[in-house]
């Protein structure tokens, strides 16, 4: 199918950005990489009279430290994360997570605040902020707002982002000495939307495991963390017989929805499955 008749602008300023915006409302999209906007467009699952091309805007752009945090602009791109130093010394969690992505193509393309602002509950990068309990900039004509990861993602596709605003970065507490991070997931075939995914980290000190994250991709209508294994694990030394005790909470905690092939059981079994190898790495 083709994509319906649409206008095009591509702006050289916020500032056009948000005029556009406030006199076009809900016809107009804001188009970054494009991969999952041009899909939709074609499946004309999605019908705006007006295309944003925000792609030129500077202030979206670079991966830069700043005020002790690790700030990644909307428009970096997947690939410039999977290669980037600087997130692979502070956030080795991005670094892990991104070949995981779709497939190079994509990678080149597709952007970090585009998969953020889409929200879908599969990606890899909304549970990857949840991990790192990173937060959100969104600028608009009333200035900059800052929203926690967690308050950002609030359903299927649904943001905390209002009308005329978009994101325009995301910061990112950097990896402390003592702290591990951890990203594996499970997909019928390299490149594939995930089953499941675990985005983890944890502080190790003397053996035992502080500050537990753990983040899953796949399972409800948003990234969703399990704060129950995550309290039992708190200041414990991860043998065996924790572990064992972890995956039956998990288990229990997890509610996950079943998609057109797996069932919930079967999703929380992989997600137990992850949550067991993520805790012995956590370990090592
Ligand atoms: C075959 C295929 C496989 C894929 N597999 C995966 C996968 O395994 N994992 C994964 O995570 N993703 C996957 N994707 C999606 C891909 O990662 C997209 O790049 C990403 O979801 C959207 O980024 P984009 O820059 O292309 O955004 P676009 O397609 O340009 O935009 C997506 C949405 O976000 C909005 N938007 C974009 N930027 C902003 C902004 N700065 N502020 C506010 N709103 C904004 C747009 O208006 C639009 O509604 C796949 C895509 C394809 C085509």
């Known amino acids: 199918m083709k994509a319906p008749p649409f206008d095009y602008v591509r702006a050289s ?57 690790l700030r990644i602009g909307a428009l970096v791109t997947h690939a410039e994360i999977e290669a980037s130093p600087l997130v692979a010394r502070h956030a080795p969690l991005l670094t892990q997570a991104a070949p995981h992505i779709a497939h190079r193509a994509i990678r080149n393309l597709g952007t970090f605040g585009g998969s953020l602002a889409y929200a879908d509950p599969s990606a890899e990068w909304p549970t990857c902020v949840r991990a790192l309990d990173a937060t959100l900039v969104l600028v608009s004509a009333r200035g900059e707002r800052r929203v926690a990861a967690a308050d950002f993602f609030q359903g299927l596709y649904t943001t905390a982002l209002k009308p005329g605003e978009l994101l325009l970065a995301c910061e990112i507490p950097l990896l402390a000495a003592d702290e591990h991070q951890h990203f594996d997931e499970l997909a019928r075939r390299h490149g594939d939307y995930a089953i499941t995914g675990l985005a983890a980290r944890a502080l190790r000190r003397a053996g035992r495991l502080h500050a537990v994250r753990l983040a899953f991709l796949g399972l409800e209508d948003r990234p969703v963390r399990a704060p129950r294994t995550e309290a039992l694990l708190e200041g414990r030394v991860p043998d065996e017989a924790l572990l064992a005790q972890a995956s039956q909470l998990l288990r229990t905690e997890l509610q996950p929805m079943a998609d057109l092939t797996h069932s919930a059981e079967t999703k929380r079994h992989l997600a137990a499955v992850l949550c067991q190898r993520a805790l012995r790495r956590l370990a090592a």
């Open 13 to 69: 300023s916020l500032a056009q950005v948000f005029e556009l915006l406030e006199r076009h409302g809900d016809d107009a999209r804001l188009l970054a990489g494009g991969q999952t906007l041009v899909a939709t467009l074609n499946m004309r699952l999605s019908e705006p009279a007006l295309l944003i091309d925000i792609t030129a805007l500077e202030p979206l752009r670079g991966i830069t430290l700043a005020g002790g945090l």
